[in-house]
């Protein structure tokens, strides 16, 4: 395996996806796995060191974050991006406290994958005028949404008691994708 070789392990409820994506990884020169769930993750992690992992965070048998934690229990110094169709700012700071390199959107192709790899090894620009957008209100919404979603623990009916909302509106809420801004 040359420097420049990595091993990539694609984890997505998507097999369709997940299968395509590691070929890409396979045509581009790199060693590469998939997998479709939280358990499959958890097993080949014990035979398969990978070097980066893209994790999709919503899978039928487990939290992409109580993956991304399994993986870097075995592979501490494995880079991991969290790959998502329902992104949130609140999520985002999650995987990224417990040390992944980042979160993107769905869908993604291979290419925009390597360039978040590559942005998460750059430091971070500090330009002299931040760069700041003013979220919509939608948008502060589905993060707010989602911070209580996560406090807690993926319960929707608690926390639509929070929110102080029905929980077929919680629920009518949470299948849209997030508002871009």
């Known amino acids: 395996m040359s420097a420049s070789t990595q091993r990539y392990l694609v984890v997505d409820d998507d097999e369709t996806f997940a299968e395509r994506l590691a070929q890409s990884f396979e045509d581009l020169g790199h060693e590469a796995r998939f997998v479709t769930g939280h358990v499959a ?10 070097t980066r992992v893209t994790l999709d965070l919503r899978m039928p048998d487990g939290n992409g974050l109580a993956t991304l934690q399994a993986i870097l229990a075995q592979h501490p110094d494995a880079e991991v991006l969290i790959l998502t169709g329902y992104g949130s700012i609140a999520t985002a700071v999650d995987a990224v406290r417990m040390g992944g ?11 925009e994958i390597l360039a978040a790899f590559e942005r998460a090894q750059q430091p971070p620009l500090t330009p002299d005028v931040p760069d700041y957008e003013t979220p919509s209100l939608a948008r502060v919404e589905w993060d707010h949404i989602q911070r209580v979603l996560s406090d807690c ?3 929707i009916s608690q926390a639509a008691r929070v929110l102080g909302m029905h929980r077929r509106t919680l629920q009518r809420k949470l299948q849209q994708h997030p508002p871009r801004k």
């Open 153 to 155: 623990a993926g319960n």
């Open 41 to 50: 993750a958890t097993q080949i992690i014990t035979t398969f060191a990978p």
């Open 101 to 111: 390199v980042g979160l993107v959107q769905k869908p993604i192709g291979v290419h």
